[in-house]
């Protein structure tokens, strides 16, 4: 957002007085432009406690452009912000702030000028008892006050014994969560499996990994290259792993290795090399890997420009995939079908500059779409599982269900999908997991992309398989190999269903139907002798189960549900929905859906999804049976194989 171009009015009635993402950052503005905690409130509505709380944010910025370090800092600052924010030279790390435009450079300073004036970043035990009586547990915090107590002396690590620092996923978002947590404390069973002490740094309050006897020490810290480099000095780590957070924790692998070179400090980034991770997030450097590997993409390329997307769109040919470069969870991702569109898309979505690019790409129209999620260390590569969505292309892969093992791919499909995803695994000489998303059309094989890191998908292949790949990365990057740990694949011989809950119900005016941008914040498991039957346990506990009669609505091209509905059409669909008279709704329209989500009417707003219903009503009177996963029959053998 560049504050300059918006005037008061627009910044009050826009940004202050309107309840949105850009708020915060308008209160900020608003300070600077000699805004009054008083006006702020009057604007904003909110309580003046918090907006003074941001005046202070607002003061220790102007301190840090005067020289002041210290107040920056105590306000929460990290060093390479308050150099940022002072107009010096900060090194590149994922948490630099960007200078602010109204710095005159008065204070600049170098990190080091930063580091000698501001206090240590000290941290605190968490007493769980909350004082109670005397408690004493691995979970800390960390302040900057000068005389806020005992310092480091309050961290109880045995700083004598191999540890390794573990990345968590940061605070929950779209695209980002529990699915991470799960990966962060795999990983830190495994290490303790090797006596390995492990130290956790995250600050979600609400996941596992936060759990104060999780791990042998727990730092709630946000996810910047300072603050976990800070964690590894206090506790002497010998490694940190950065795979299992998602793209928060990948996002500062380079910024921390240059923070730990910097410091002195020896811990190394353990598995898959930060420069293997960052390759495989460049889009030009992994096409050219993908040709020189003679593995087939999607056509596509970046533009800096309007005029270079739409000369991008007419080579390809519409309709064309748009997305911003490095994105989480396909925010901003779209189809576009024409010029208008994508000019739209530029205008309304993405902000496209030189050094703010957007991917467009050939949209594979009908194709069979997989996730592969599997672990390497460094010459063998043990694959956990190969994911068939339901959904067809177009619907974001974290918003698709999926199913394990596939069933529209033949022996040969699956052969050519192990070769694409071994030889990228050894040309990035991946250690630890890696997913690789791929579409089948035609017989072709084309890859996607490809994350040397967890995927939200790795809970559910490893319940489905019982191979446990994050613990199993968690030790191959620890030093061991997949001979030494003799694991094996496993393919399983009932079908488990991925389904995922949307948060349409409490958000109205959402739009339900599903796309290319990620919008479920949950999933859900179900496993049977048929996809019928795991389909439609899995809609149940996503809470949508099937009715098992009654009244449905029908527009989407798809047969059979008059063999278990009354298919109907009604003149006035939404006065139909509201009195209850529609017990089944299959359609894409978003007014119809909003009311359907309103009313809590199941609802199906693609054809595959509404296909995998009629399974799931075939399968009505096949046994509700419930196994462990331990008890579930599989193959040990090689998948592709």
Known sequence: MDWAEIDDETLEADYLEAPTPDRPYAMFEAFERGY?????????????????????????????????????????????????????????TADAAPRNPGSSGAGAGTIDDVEAAAPD?????????????????????SSRRPGAGLGRDEVQVDRDVESVVVVGGGPIRIGQGVEFDYCSVHAVRALREQGIDAHVVNNNPETVSTDYDTSDGLFFEPITAEEVADVIETTNADGVMVQFGGQTSVDIGEPLEDEIARRGLDCEVLGTAVEAMDLAEDRDRFNRLMDDLGIAQPEGGSATSEEQALELAHDIGYPVLVRPSYVLGGRAMDVVRNDEELKEYIEEAVRVSPDKPILVDEFLADAVELDVDAVA?????????????????????????????????????????????????????????????????????????????????????????????????????????????????????????????????????????????????????????????????????????????????????????????????????????????????????????????????????????????????????????????????????????
Request: glycine residues 8%.
């Open 121 to 141: 970043r000290d941290f605190k035990q968490v007493d769980t008892c909350a004082g109670e009586f005397a408690a004493s547990t691995p979970y800390y915090y």
């Open 377 to 641: 260390d460094g010459e063998d590569v043990l694959i956990g599982g190969i994911m068939e969505h339901v959904e067809s292309a177009g619907v974001h892969s974290g918003d698709s269900a999926c199913m394990i093992p596939t069933r529209a791919l033949d022996e040969e499909t699956l052969g050519r999908v192990r070769e694409v995803v071994e030889d990228i695994a050894v040309a990035l000489d991946t250690v630890g997991l890696l997913n690789v998303q791929l579409a089948v059309q035609d017989g072709e094989v084309y890859v996607l992309e490809a994350n040397p890191r967890s995927s939200r998908t790795v809970p559910f292949v490893s319940k489905a398989t019982g191979v446990p790949i994050a613990k199993l990365a968690a030790k191959v990057m620890a030093g061991e190999t997949l001979a030494e740990l003799d694991a094996e694949e496993q393919v399983p011989e009932r079908v488990s269903v991925k389904e995922v809950v949307l948060p349409f119900d409490r958000l109205p005016g959402s739009d339900p139907r599903l796309g290319p941008e990620m919008k479920s914040t949950g999933e859900v498991m179900g496993t049977a002798d048929t996809f019928g039957k795991a389909y439609e346990k899995a809609q149940s506990a996503a809470g949508s189960a099937l009715p098992e009669d009654g009244t449905a609505v029908v527009d989407l091209p798809v047969e059979g549900f008059d063999e278990y509905y009354d298919v109907r059409e009604f003149d006035d669909l939404t006065a139909a929905l509201q009195t209850g008279e529609v017990d089944l709704l299959v359609t894409r329209d978003r007014e119809a859906l909003e009311t359907a989500v309103e009313e809590e009417v199941p609802y199906y707003s693609t054809e595959a999804s509404a296909r995998a219903a009629l399974e799931a009503l075939d399968a009505g009177d096949e046994p509700l049976d419930v196994n462990p996963i331990d008890a579930r029959p599989k193959t040990s053998r090689e998948w592709g194989k």
């Open 36 to 92: 009054t905690v008083e006006d702020v409130v009057e604007l904003t509505g909110i309580e003046e406690w918090y907006v003074e709380r941001y005046e202070n944010v607002a003061e220790a910025a102007v301190a840090a452009q005067d020289g002041d370090f210290e107040q920056a800092t105590e306000t929460g600052f990290t060093n390479q912000q308050v150099a940022a924010v002072a107009g010096g030279e900060a090194e590149r």
